[in-house]
């Protein structure tokens, strides 16, 4: 029998809120909350209608921003003096929900996860600023990468060779997707609903090799919001990659999971992230990806690290909209 005190509306709308500042392709939020009946978890759900279907036509990034969220549930429970014991995909692939929280035990540490990262959620926000060519402190790359393997996930932070790969691929990738006119038509209706959402300027990261210009994500043959001189980004970017052994939902979820994981851990030392996506939407190039003396991972995400500017706030949908009703 079940034993644990309910969750309250307020106890709800914490975990909605939190949940819904995690990260998401094109910020589209793909994510539904719902309590379970006795109140002492909540299912998470893919939101289909929020799917972005020319970029991810696999669900994997979708799949990664639904890890993301739940991982800021995790540690908004923690918050709630409640432990949360996940389980993914319970009841299959392709059937919902995408995972479920038990929330009913009592936390066993007040901080799971070694700090305290509930404030880093609404503090993290995805930086595309210059940073500065001060480099990550060893010891930070360190716990970086016991975060992600907590969850299941090797993070690696690339030595100049890797670097300089993952750029050129990711060059590469943004031409290729830059002359879809399917995937230009479905970023183009995203940023729409996101004004405040903007690409990596590639051509100012290694800038010292390249030319000035900065073309933006998905605004191939328009003029560049981004107006920052190339010259003032870092030469050389920092840049991690999250990489599972196999390439199912359950390790996407994860892949989103450590990702925030080691983002929240980052924002609470200062150290600022953005997403470079490109690179990972097209198979040859994702494939390419992988450093080929390092066996056969899937690579599922890159993220640059570095300080500077921590970024604006972008718009999440409203609570109402993602947190379906106790009753429901
Ligand atoms: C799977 C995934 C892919 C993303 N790809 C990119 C990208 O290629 N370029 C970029 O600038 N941001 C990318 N982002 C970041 C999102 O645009 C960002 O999370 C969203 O706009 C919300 O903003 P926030 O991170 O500041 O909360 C990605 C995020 C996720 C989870």
Redesign the pocket.
């Known amino acids: 029998m079940t034993t644990g005190t309910a969750l309250t509306a307020a106890d709800l709308r914490l975990l909605a809120e939190a949940g819904g500042?995690a990260?998401?392709?094109?910020?589209s939020q793909p994510w539904r909350f719902r309590p379970t009946p006795d109140l002492l978890g909540l299912e998470v759900h893919a939101d289909p209608g929020r799917a972005v279907p020319a970029a991810d036509p696999d669900g994997r990034?979708m799949h990664?921003?639904i890890g993301?969220a739940v991982f800021n549930l995790r540690v908004a429970a923690a918050r709630l003096g409640r432990e949360a014991a996940v389980r993914l995909l319970p009841a299959g692939e392709d059937t919902q929900p995408r995972a479920v929280l038990d929330l009913s035990a009592q936390a066993r540490s007040p901080r799971p996860f070694g700090a305290d990262l509930y404030p880093a959620i609404a503090q993290?926000?995805?930086s595309?600023h210059p940073f500065t060519n001060r480099d990550v402190p060893e010891a930070l790359v360190a716990d970086l990468i016991t975060a992600a393997q907590d969850e299941g996930v090797t993070l690696t932070v690339l030595e100049e060779h890797g670097v300089r790969r993952v750029l050129t691929l990711t060059s590469e990738a943004e031409a290729r997707i830059a002359a879809d006119v399917t995937r230009e038509a479905e970023t183009r209706r995203w940023l729409r609903l996101?004004p405040s959402?903007?690409?990596?300027p590639l051509a100012a990261l290694g800038s010292h090799d390249r030319d000035a210009r900065v073309p933006m994500?998905g605004f191939a043959g328009h003029p560049p919001r981004h107006t920052t001189p190339a010259g003032r980004f870092e030469a050389l970017p920092q840049l991690a990659i999250l990489e599972t052994h196999f390439d199912g939902q359950a390790d996407w979820l994860r892949t989103?999971q450590a990702?925030q994981r080691a983002w929240l851990l980052a924002t609470v030392h200062g150290l600022r992230a953005?997403?470079?996506?490109?690179a990972v939407e097209i198979p040859d190039t994702r494939w390419r990806l992988r450093d080929p003396a390092e066996g056969p991972a899937h690579v599922q995400?890159v993220l640059r690290l570095g300080y500077g500017p921590s970024?604006a706030?972008?718009p999440r949908r409203p609570v109402e909209d993602v947190l379906d009703p106790a009753d429901g």
């Open positions: 500042l990260p998401s392709l094109h910020n990034a990664i921003s993301a993290r926000h995805s595309r996101e959402y903007d690409g990596i994500r989103g990702m953005s997403v470079l996506h490109q995400l970024g706030a972008s």
